[in-house]
């Protein structure tokens, strides 16, 4: 759904622009990531895949307090990727890990290492333009 969807279900309300929020979300996000990374993705592929999306969450929702927004659901901070340039098969690609995450936390599902593998090669996949969004943000 495109993010203008969630605005008007008021699943993202708007507020304020943030800045300091924004930084010091981008801050925990390269935190859990660099952490996650240093596991072992077979003794804690649960920790680093639930690390790994807390951390895109937070990138997604920087930007979304940059332009004054707050998001109230995971699928709106989403969608508010295609608003910095991603393209869709990246939204689609997210919110399917988004899908196995909340199995994970709310079901009972298992993540396995292929999972944490999967959402690894996600974040490297993307990695390059995230850093370029932050510098251009003055985030890095």
Do not use: W
């Amino acid at each position: 759904m495109p993010f203008e969807y969630f605005v008007e279900k008021k699943d993202v309300k708007k507020t304020f622009k943030d800045f300091e929020l924004a930084k010091s979300l981008v801050k925990d996000m390269q935190d859990r990531i660099n952490k996650s990374l240093m596991l072992n993705i077979n003794t804690f592929s649960k920790m680093i895949f639930e690390n790994i999306y807390d951390a895109l969450q937070d990138f997604c929702n920087a930007f979304l307090a940059i332009a004054g927004f707050k998001s109230y659901s995971h699928q709106a901070s989403i969608s508010y990727l295609s608003k910095l340039g991603f393209d869709a098969s990246v939204e689609e690609e997210f919110d399917q890990l988004r899908y196995k995450r909340n199995s994970s936390k709310y079901y009972g599902q298992k993540i396995s290492p292929e999972d944490a593998k999967q959402i690894r090669d996600f974040y490297f996949k993307i990695k390059s333009k995230i850093s370029k969004l932050l510098k251009e943000k003055n985030l890095n």
